[in-house]
């Protein structure tokens, strides 16, 4: 079959295998962009759609009111590109075992519909070679929990391993720690950092809502004396989830 694009495609050393040697895994190269409602409304109308940009959005922002409250009544969403399906993760002893929330997670399951099962079939893979794996975030670890699965406590001490993730210059407007929701929203770390090293940070995660989130390190760090000239941006590739307070 003939290949219609092409993902170009970087090769990380796997920081999870340190007893592994030439283990690495995939990053597509355009991994940090994201397609949203208004880029996709923007796109219908320059196909020359006779619907305006607010009519698109209007009916985009009304479609994920009812599918979010399809999901949330338990119930499956099928459309072109995905099927999200309602999701109860964890063990239950016993029949009569109640739903513990320390237990057992609430999710969703997604898996690519027919369609775009068949699209990807029309994808090639260009491997660019090895990404600098000098700067990275390999493990984060809640302190309050002792958790590394991604689950995050507001207001509780975070722990994050890597290397060249020192915040530097401290208090420069462009660096910093961020969390970013799934709306593109960021949250700064504005509290002082409790360790600010190379290889490892220690800080106090801001009162985050319930929600997915994305961790973002910006930093003009280097191993010479002398800072970048741009800052670096390290994101980890696994999101961060802070759960709902159960009643």
Partial sequence: ?????????????????????????????????????????????????????????????????????????????????????????????GVSHAFDPQAHKIGIDVAPSTELRAALETVGVEVLGEKDSGAFIGLVTDVTTGKTDGAITPDEDIIVIGDKLKIQPEGEADVGVFFVDANGLETRVTRKLTENLPKKLVFRIPLLPAGSYSLKVVTRFSKSNVLLQEPRTITYEFPLTVQTPSV
């Fill in 1 to 93: 079959m003939a290949k219609k694009s092409s993902w170009k495609v970087w090769l990380k050393r796997n920081h999870l295998t340190r007893d592994v040697e030439n283990d690495f895994i995939a990053e597509v190269s355009t991994i940090g962009e994201t397609l949203r409602n208004d880029d996709i409304a923007a796109r219908i109308v320059a196909g020359r759609s006779e619907l305006r940009l607010e009519t698109i959005m209007s009916i985009l922002t009304a479609r994920d009111e009812i599918v979010r409250d399809a999901i949330v009544k338990g119930t499956a969403v099928q459309d072109g590109c995905v099927r999200i399906a309602p999701r109860i993760n964890g063990n239950w002893i």
